[in-house]
């Protein structure tokens, strides 16, 4: 089992920055990869960013170099910089595990909002 929480959510001005933050804790030797996806009210749930052991990262096409994804091995932390954000940005950020059992394990998400 692994565990995962998000932080670092909250209300950012159109051009503005946030860092997300998710602490993984139980079985993190298992972890494979792991990544950010988000998901705004009435939408589906879409990629943002996936970094996987020795394969390096993917983004989603819309994320046109604004976002960094990073993981720190040594905190057992996933991070995500986002930059120049825009109102189109706003939604519920979830990080996500998945592990060498094929499990996929999700966080609560964290609320970013882009509004003036």
């Not at 089992?1 to 993984?24: F, K, R």
């Not at 792991?34 to 879409?46: D, H, I, N, T």
């Amino acid at each position: 089992q692994v565990q995962l929480v998000e932080s670092g959510g909250g209300l950012v001005q159109p051009g503005g920055s946030l860092l997300l933050s998710c602490a993984a804790s139980g079985s993190v030797s298992a972890i494979l990869g792991m990544g950010w996806y988000r998901q705004a009210p009435g939408k589906e749930r879409e990629l943002v960013a996936l970094t996987t052991n020795g394969r390096g990262t993917n983004y989603g096409d819309f994320v046109k170099g604004r976002f960094t994804i990073s993981r720190d091995n040594a905190k057992n932390t996933l991070y995500l910089q986002l930059d120049s954000l825009e109102p189109e940005d706003t939604a519920v950020y979830f990080c996500t595990a998945y592990t060498d059992s094929d499990e996929d394990y999700w966080g609560q998400g964290t609320q970013v909002t882009v509004s003036s």
